[in-house]
């Protein structure tokens, strides 16, 4: 049996071209994963989880404890990525803290000229991962930020606190923490 996707003649164009459909399609298969699933090591784990915790902390307790909005819901995200991948592109100070402002500037100002709406809440994720990656500041986690502010109809002070100074609080605990172990350097670079 012949297993090439490329072989079968009968769904070629005249001209010996795949069609563009099949082509599409068959990209939706993936490909086979050429190098082997790592697991950190304990030491690894146990400092991601205890930056994670502490960084998480820190914004939960300065939001329940002294009343002062510091959390929204996609910093867990950015608690992966800042505490368990520290040196992903991603997880960088700038795409960190850049991200996310950029992000609650989007949701804020479409909640602000549109409303809350299907479309208001699309427009301020897509216009946030746009601005983001045009401004080299990508945070996964600042699309959750966008549209976290239009569903939750915020105010323009949403991009000082909670996201501002959250986004930078938890950078400065992954300073603390990331740099615990001597095989760890965070961040990789500022700008």
């Not at 099949?22 to 298969?29: A, G, P, S």
């Not at 501002?164 to 300073?175: E, I, K, N, Y």
Request: net charge positive.
């Amino acid at each position: 049996m012949n297993t090439n996707p490329d072989s079968s003649s009968a769904i070629r164009n005249q001209d010996g071209r795949l069609p563009f459909l099949t082509i599409y399609l068959r990209k939706m298969l993936g490909s086979r994963r050429t190098a082997p699933l790592s697991a950190p090591s304990w030491k690894e784990l146990l400092v991601s989880w205890f930056g994670a915790f502490s960084g998480i902390g820190v914004v939960a307790v300065l939001t329940l404890v002294y009343n002062m909005p510091m959390i929204v819901s996609s910093f867990g995200a950015s608690a992966l990525l800042i505490y368990g991948l520290p040196d992903a592109p991603l997880a960088q100070p700038r795409n960190v803290i850049g991200g996310h402002i950029i992000s609650a500037i989007c949701g804020v100002t479409v909640y602000a000229l549109c409303g809350l709406t299907w479309w208001s809440a699309a427009l301020a994720a897509s216009l946030a991962i746009l601005l983001m990656l045009l401004t080299r500041t990508a945070h996964p986690p600042g699309g959750a930020t966008a549209l976290g502010a239009v569903l939750a109809r915020v105010s323009p002070m949403y991009i000082l606190t909670p996201v501002a100074l959250g986004a930078t609080l938890l950078v400065l605990v992954g300073l603390i923490t990331n740099n615990l172990l001597p095989e760890r350097k965070y961040p990789k670079y500022w700008l």
